[in-house]
C-alpha cells in the first residue's frame, strides 16, 4: 500500500504546473537577493541592529519589485505581474533572513579573549 500512494504522490507533483518557473522569475529572485544583501550589511554595519537592518533590507527589496512591476503595469505593458514581484520578494526574504541568522554570532569565549586583550596594556 505504502508503494502504491508514493507511485500516486509521486505521479502527481511531477504532472502539476508547480514546477514551472519562467526564466524572468529567477532573475527577479537574484535581483530582489542582491538588494537585500547590500541593503543589509549596510544598515547592519552602520547601526549594529540585526532587526532593524533585517527589516530594512527586505522592505527595501519588496519595494523595488513592487515598483518595477507597477513600472511594468502601468507604463510598459498594462500588465502587473504577481508572480515577478512575489520572486523579487522571496529573494529579498532569502538574502534577509540568511544574513540575520549568520551575522553577530561570535562566541562568548572568543569575545571575553578578544577583551582581555584590549584591557591588557603593558
Known amino acids: ?3 502504491i500512494v508514493l507511485c500516486f504522490m509521486l505521479f502527481c507533483f511531477s ?3 508547480a514546477q514551472i518557473t519562467l526564466e524572468d522569475d529567477g532573475l527577479h529572485f537574484a535581483v530582489g537577493a542582491a ?4 541593503t543589509y550589511a549596510y544598515v547592519y554595519s552602520k547601526t549594529q541592529n540585526k ?6 533590507s527586505f522592505g527595501l527589496s519588496s519595494l523595488a519589485g513592487f515598483a518595477k512591476e507597477f513600472y511594468d503595469g502601468n507604463i510598459i505593458s498594462g ?3 504577481n508572480s515577478e514581484m512575489i520572486s523579487t520578494m522571496l529573494g529579498g526574504l532569502s538574502a534577509s533572513y540568511t544574513f540575520n541568522i549568520f551575522t553577530g554570532k561570535r562566541k562568548k569565549k572568543k569575545r571575553e579573549e578578544e577583551l582581555a586583550v584590549l584591557r591588557y596594556k603593558p
Do not use: L, N, P, Q
Not at 538588494?35 to 547590500?38: C, E, F, L, N, P
Not at 532587526?51 to 530594512?56: L, T
Open 79 to 81: 500588465k502587473f505581474d
Open 35 to 38: 538588494i537585500s544583501s547590500g
Open 1 to 3: 500500500m505504502k508503494t
Open 15 to 17: 504532472v502539476s504546473s
Open 51 to 56: 532587526s532593524k537592518a533585517f527589516w530594512f
